[in-house]
């Protein structure tokens, strides 16, 4: 989320806008709502961008969580850089499943885009629809962007999701 800052000439008519102005966030939410394979999501590398073809912002402080993990999976996986790693759900079917990425008091951000490697023997294991959530607090969720219609996941080539 972003406010616009507008310069307003005399009839409101053409107004520039000067500046926009960030507007960060504790924590982002990568909630999943169905899968390829229909059963079952893995992710070997997630990043999160403030902007455009800009840096990975995760990494420490960020804390990770997920509500739906295999017992031999972590979700830290999907964040630690290394692309053989990854986050594996139990493969029931069970839908949806939250990623959780929480940037620490003081480091909040304003992700405007999303990278996703899945895992690269199975890379339909990945979002067919997903939204992506920001909250300030943990528990109050807001919507930022949805994704719908995903496809074309191929091996070893992670895709972009950029906010609208
Ligand atoms: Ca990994």
């Not at 199975?122 to 300030?136: E, K």
Request: charged share 20%.
């Amino acid at each position: 989320m972003s406010f616009s800052i507008f310069l307003a000439d005399a009839d409101f008519d053409d107004d520039k806008v000067i500046a926009q102005i960030p507007i960060p966030h504790r924590y982002w939410r990568l909630h999943v709502i169905s899968s390829g394979n229909v059963f079952d999501l893995s992710a070997n590398e997630l990043e999160l961008r403030e902007s455009v073809g800009g840096a990975d912002v995760t990494g420490s402080p960020a804390t990770y969580a997920c509500d739906h993990i295999h017992s031999s999976s972590t979700i830290a996986a999907a964040f630690d850089n290394d692309t053989s790693t990854g986050y594996n759900a139990p493969g029931d079917g069970v839908f949806p499943i939250n990623i959780d990425v929480d940037f620490t008091t003081g480091h909040e951000k304003d992700i405007h885009e999303i990278s996703w490697l899945s895992r690269p023997d199975a890379p339909i294991r990945a979002p067919v629809d997903m939204d992506i959530l920001w909250s300030d607090d943990g528990t109050t969720w807001n919507l930022s962007w949805s994704e719908r219609g995903i496809s074309g996941w191929s091996s070893g080539v992670a895709k972009i999701f950029t906010k609208p």
